[in-house]
């Protein structure tokens, strides 16, 4: 549908379906400030979680602006973010697809030592642990799709376009940029 680009846009998905990626692109494609729900909202150093008081204030500073991406939406806060959004894009995808993504991303993340959040980093050891992302995968995965399900039969929310294939996703972010540049 071309025009311009959604200008408050959540994106929500399982974990390891893509949603930091996706909202990065389509935050570059649709020339939008990009937030991050685990680097600005919800970890800090050390694996600590932000207070849920703090991070609702923080969602409450992004949701106010005018303009904004957000790769995800705590529960906590999703509300916040809900009630001022455009758009809901959903990254919908088999459980094979987003949790091959994720295993091969941690293990690139173990051996690498690359920085997930605020200087955290993920280990073998810690997903062989009881706060595994890897575990978390499986224990979120069926509360993912049921919020999926009731953002997308509330007709008070804003509308939600679901992905069901990364390729389907990319010809939109390509499409969402085209607009932009045209607009």
Same mark, same amino acid.
């Given at each position: 549908?071309?025009?311009?680009?959604?200008?408050?846009?959540?994106?929500?998905?399982?974990?390891?379906?893509?949603?930091?990626?996706? #909202?990065?692109?389509? %935050? =570059?494609?649709? *020339?939008?400030?990009?937030? +991050? !729900?685990?680097? $600005?909202?919800?970890?800090?150093?050390?694996?600590?979680?932000?207070?849920?008081?703090?991070?609702?204030?923080? #969602?409450?500073?992004? %949701? =106010?602006?005018? *303009?904004?991406?957000?790769? +995800? !939406?705590?529960? $906590?806060?999703?509300?916040?973010?809900?009630?001022?959004?455009?758009?809901?894009?959903?990254?919908?995808?088999?459980?094979?697809?987003?949790?091959?993504?994720?295993?091969?991303?941690?293990?690139?993340?173990?051996?690498?030592?690359?920085?997930?959040?605020?200087?955290?980093?993920?280990?073998?050891?810690?997903?062989?642990?009881?706060?595994?992302?890897?575990?978390?995968?499986?224990?979120?995965?069926?509360?993912?799709?049921?919020?999926?399900?009731?953002?997308?039969?509330?007709?008070?929310?804003?509308?939600?376009?679901?992905?069901?294939?990364?390729?389907?996703?990319?010809?939109?972010?390509?499409?969402?940029?085209?607009?932009?540049?045209?607009?």
């Amino acid at each position: 549908m071309p025009g311009a680009p959604a200008q408050r846009v959540v994106f929500h998905g399982v974990t390891g379906s893509g949603k930091s990626s996706a #909202a990065r692109a389509y %935050a =570059a494609a649709a *020339r939008l400030p990009e937030y +991050s !729900a685990d680097d $600005d909202l919800g970890w800090l150093p050390g694996w600590q979680n932000r207070p849920p008081e703090e991070q609702r204030r923080i #969602a409450a500073g992004i %949701a =106010a602006q005018e *303009r904004w991406v957000i790769d +995800s !939406a705590y529960s $906590d806060w999703r509300d916040i973010m809900l009630a001022r959004a455009d758009l809901v894009v959903a990254l919908d995808y088999p459980r094979w697809l987003s949790l091959g993504r994720l295993v091969r991303r941690t293990i690139r993340r173990c051996v690498t030592r690359e920085q997930v959040c605020n200087g955290n980093t993920e280990s073998f050891r810690r997903v062989f642990t009881r706060d595994s992302i890897i575990l978390w995968h499986f224990t979120a995965f069926p509360r993912k799709r049921e919020a999926l399900e009731r953002m997308r039969a509330d007709p008070g929310l804003p509308p939600v376009i679901a992905f069901r294939r990364p390729a389907d996703l990319d010809a939109w972010i390509d499409q969402v940029g085209r607009d932009a540049a045209g607009a």
